[in-house]
């Protein structure tokens, strides 16, 4: 391969038979490989040559997402300001946007939305508190991803009618403050570590949903409206939500002073409704994890979902629940499970009733596309209820699998496809 150098006094990168092989190709190629580089590194090609002079100006992306290489955040904010000034604006593919607090993010997001572009993330983890964006709807017949991190999200709704070729849709580490999230295009959601209001219940509606990914949220579980496309969900649900009671399977204890607004009062759906496992109804492939403490499984099941889809489950089970009654009501109601993994793991005991939902009399067979049951768990007697359980509805032994770990809490995570 022949040997790069540079030519004193020229900045100019040739090759060792002279050529300039990178400035000899077309304008378009040299914009989209400058697309790949942030932005500040983008604009710093100007000085190579007269030819790199102006390249930076059209390259259809704009990375700000190096906000450590910048002293400040009116650095930070300076350099933007400039760029996008002398920018030619030209429709956008990308556009990241990382930010400090007190950052002019909320700008640059106006500005990206107005150049049609079509995967925009706006991040600003490095702020010491949430960045609130504009209380505006978009409007774009562009945009086809949208990422946001550390940002507040506070409308009456998070309406994406009018981005009619959005399909992915990710929240992470947000603070959602809107009653409702809809979008009649996304195919892809995921909300991940993010703040719920307390004093109303977010409602989900996204009809062309095929994946779901609601995980580690604080405050209230977002309720989700008819979800008839979903595939595949991944639900974790740990001590940080707000639905929990400390004395009542059902989370109606009424207990003023323990438990207070977390309980039956505040479920804020209609009678009939489900929070969470009417929207989970027509998955395919389902990762349930909730911590004893939170009641809205448990009582989504007294309005009687069936998963008449479901082919693949995972579950935790504890001790705690003496009757589990997730585990018999979802093997009862599943026809046509075909695989289901179980996590069993102890707890430490509470004053959480049971309502004694594992009546061995009660005689169902489970699924006969059963093949395999997997169980990962420590020695404890939760295998051994377990064993029974499964015994009594019609699994036989050689169907399953035991794995002995040390996971002894539900702090102790774990899922196939995901990691906490």
């Known amino acids: 391969m022949p040997e790069k150098f540079t030519n004193e006094g020229n900045n100019k990168v040739v090759m060792a038979d002279g050529a300039d092989h990178i400035s000899a190709l077309p304008d378009e190629l040299l914009q989209y490989l400058l697309s790949f580089l942030p932005s500040r590194e983008a604009v710093q090609t100007c000085v190579l040559s007269q030819r790199w002079r102006h390249q930076w100006k059209y390259v259809p992306a704009l990375q700000i997402n190096d906000v ?11 350099f933007v300001h400039h760029l996008l ?14 930010s400090f607090h007190n950052g002019e993010v909320a700008q640059w997001y106006q500005y990206a939305v107005s150049c049609e572009v079509e995967v925009l993330r706006v991040d600003t983890a490095h702020s010491a508190d949430y960045c609130r964006l504009p209380d505006m709807a978009i409007t774009s017949n562009h945009l086809t ?41 996304v195919t892809s959601l995921s909300i991940t570590q993010c703040n719920f209001q307390l004093n109303t219940r977010t409602r989900i509606s996204a009809p062309s949903l095929i994946s779901l990914e609601l995980a580690d949220i604080l405050g209230w579980t977002p309720a989700l409206e008819s979800l008839p496309s979903l595939s595949t969900a991944f ?7 707000e639905d929990y009671c400390l004395h009542s399977y059902y989370g109606d204890c009424g207990d003023q002073v ?8 505040f479920y804020d759906v209609h009678d009939n409704d489900c929070v969470l496992l009417g929207g989970l109804s027509n998955v395919t492939n389902l990762e349930l994890i909730t911590s004893p403490k939170v009641f809205i499984v448990r009582k989504d099941l ?27 009501y979802i093997l009862r109601n599943s026809p046509i499970l075909e695989k289901l993994t179980l996590q069993l793991y102890e707890e430490p005991k509470g004053n959480i009733e049971t309502d ?16 395999v049951v997997e169980i990962k768990c420590s020695k404890s007697a939760v295998l051994r209820r377990v064993l029974r359980i499964l015994n009594t509805y019609g699994v036989p032994r050689k169907k399953i699998n035991i794995e002995h770990t040390e996971l002894w809490s539900f702090g102790s995570h774990f899922s196939f496809e995901q990691t906490s």
């Open 302 to 328: 007294l309005m009687h979902p069936t998963f008449s889809k479901l082919k693949t489950l995972l579950l935790n089970v504890s001790d705690a629940d003496a009757g589990f009654g997730p585990l018999v």
């Open 356 to 371: 004694g939902s594992c009546n061995l009399e009660e005689r169902f067979v489970a699924s006969k596309k059963l093949k």
């Open 85 to 98: 000034l002398h920018r030619k604006r030209i429709p956008l593919y990308v556009c990241e946007l990382d």
């Open 258 to 265: 323990s438990c207070g607004k977390y309980c039956n009062r």
């Open 68 to 78: 450590d290489n910048f002293y400040s955040v009116q650095q930070l904010n300076k």
């Open 235 to 241: 639900v974790r649900l740990d001590d940080r939500c």
């Open 145 to 185: 991803t949208l990422e946001f991190s550390g940002v507040q999200l506070g409308d009456i709704s998070l309406d994406f009618s009018s981005c009619p070729k959005l399909e992915v849709l990710v929240m992470r580490g947000c603070k959602i403050l809107v009653q409702k999230i809809l979008s009649q295009s």
